[in-house]
DNA sequence: CCTCTCCGATAGAGAAAATCTATGATGACA
DNA sequence: TGTCATCATAGATTTTCTCTATCGGAGAGG
């Protein structure tokens, strides 16, 4: 069974005619007469009674109608839908984040996305880098956002800016009196993220140390608190500042200017790698932007 | 677009694979892989991520896979209702009958006339001559029982059995005592009903009269219950002489011995002439067997 | 590091299907 | 009883699909 002859039957029903469905299916009478008689054939059932004064669907045929009517409709619905899909800059995007960066990035640039790039529909996915990496993988993300390198024969990455980390300090702190922190001070009494958080890694590798903290972090603002409570310090990034001095806390650089690259991942042969890159150009447009504007 | 292509998109999202999906569709691999790219330059989206460890739905494609999904489905339906409308004597007929016949006839048929034709699923359909007429010329109903002749072109017929008419007088009527009835003598005081019935002009033609009653009856019973109440007499047919019995009228015979001439009438084209001599038939053989046993 | 294997893409030939033009058949209508 | 309108049919042509054979790339494993 074909699209095209319920296409004709339609047509045919609709016009009553044989000859003028013809010319509204753009073909002439005698393919009508032949595909009809053949779906009829297939069908093994009549579905026209041609009379002498024009054609009429037989019972058996309107039964079949609103069938053929519902297939017809979704065919013309694919379609449409693939024409609103057919540009690479549109359509559905789902873009994963680490959590240490998506509450203070999405802000930032989610709307200035949808203006520069508005058929593209970024559902934003936050989780761990390892969850990010393996939906990936498994088609169910079209791009992250991660802050190390993926090093997947596979996947493509591309820096979007480097971020530093800053040094989160209570007020009280005897740190907070310098003007920059050195890592291995800091390693004394820092803490820092649950497993899995590859913030927590970098931190625990500026400072070289381990960790060997009673309390359980899973986000960044709950370790801010612990720090404001005087737990402790803590490393932060950049984009997480402003949040952090609304907490009361005292940030400081670090010694030696150390910092996490963020970088969008997208699978090599994803046919979305187009919009994966405007993406990328777009954040790093966006974020060179706000680092001059509000540093 | 095609909805084979369409199969073959499921079957490779399926199986994730190429060939296996070629394999499920009874094709060649190489089938799969040019009419699928077919398809997706066709809708002008990519719809496949071939990778090196099996296929995957792009985010278009999902978007799409619902509106497939259905138009294949549809398909099936058509295919699945075709199947069980094959056979000629099944699916719907609607079968028009005349109010005068209708509710003794029925009764006495439909239940024989399912078993008969199991899979014919037959609707009634009430209403005077001209207008069952109309929709059979419309395609509207497959056939109908009338008690006149058609005489059109485009239609068939077939006589299913004489119905004679009966005198139906009150107890009391001067002629309940004799054992048949002139026509001349019925048409006294002879009740009809209203226009459009044709019983109401076999009845006038019978009794070669003119009807000047002031009474409007649409329906035998209404009739009847005049006739019971001492109106007047009237002319029922013999099918319905149960029912005046019971309301206690005294039927004669007529002195002519007329009768109405029940036919069934169909297209002569129609796709459901089978189907149509088919309960012709069952008809003429039911209402043989009922004039026997219950006269 | 190199081969081996697996998998999808491609090329070209062949088969199948759809379509066209021209014409036939049938019934309505004047 | 022609004439018109309408759908069906025939045969040629074009388009589309499908096949076999082969290519090329990417992992896997020695």
Redesign the interface.
């Known amino acids: 069974?074909?699209?095209?002859d319920?296409r004709y039957l339609l047509a045919v029903l609709e016009h009553g005619h044989f000859g003028r469905a013809a010319e509204a299916c753009g073909v002439s009478q005698p393919t009508l007469s032949v595909q009809l008689r053949k779906l009829e054939a297939e069908?093994?059932?009549?579905l026209l009674?041609?009379?002498?004064r024009g054609v009429?669907?037989?019972?058996?045929c309107?039964?079949?109608l609103p069938?053929?009517r519902?297939?017809v409709a979704?065919?013309d619905?694919?379609?449409a839908?693939?024409?609103s899909?057919?540009d690479p800059l549109s359509?559905?995007?789902?873009l994963g984040i680490i959590p240490t960066l998506a509450p203070y990035l999405l802000p930032r640039v989610l709307a200035a996305l949808r203006t520069r790039l508005p058929s593209l529909d970024i559902e934003p996915w936050e989780d761990l880098t390892d969850s990010l990496m393996e939906r990936l993988r498994a088609?169910d993300l079209?791009a992250c956002v991660i802050a190390t390198e993926p090093n997947e024969p596979?996947l493509l990455s591309r820096p979007l800016f480097a971020e530093p980390f800053l040094a989160a300090l209570p007020p009280a702190h005897p740190l907070a009196g310098c003007a920059t922190v050195a890592e291995e001070e800091l390693a004394r009494d820092i803490l820092v993220l649950a497993e899995g958080h590859c913030l927590r890694d970098q931190a625990l590798a500026i400072c070289r140390t381990a960790a060997s903290q009673p309390m359980r972090a899973t986000s960044l603002v709950t370790l801010m608190h612990l720090v404001a409570a005087g737990y402790g310090t803590t490393l932060i990034p950049a984009l997480a500042a402003a949040a952090a001095r609304e907490m009361g806390l005292v940030l400081r650089p670090l010694a030696t200017g150390a910092s996490r690259t963020l970088r969008l991942v997208w699978?090599a042969?994803?046919?979305?790698r187009t919009a994966a890159e405007a993406v990328a150009q777009s954040i790093i447009a966006l974020t060179n932007r706000e680092w001059q504007t509000s540093p």
Chains 1, 2 share one sequence.
């Open positions: 069974m074909n699209l095209r319920l069908l093994g059932v009549a009674e041609r009379g002498a009429a669907a037989t019972a058996a309107q039964r079949l069938h053929v519902a297939a979704e065919a619905a694919i379609q839908q693939a024409r899909l057919r359509g559905p995007f789902r088609h079209e596979d699978r042969r994803s046919p979305h």
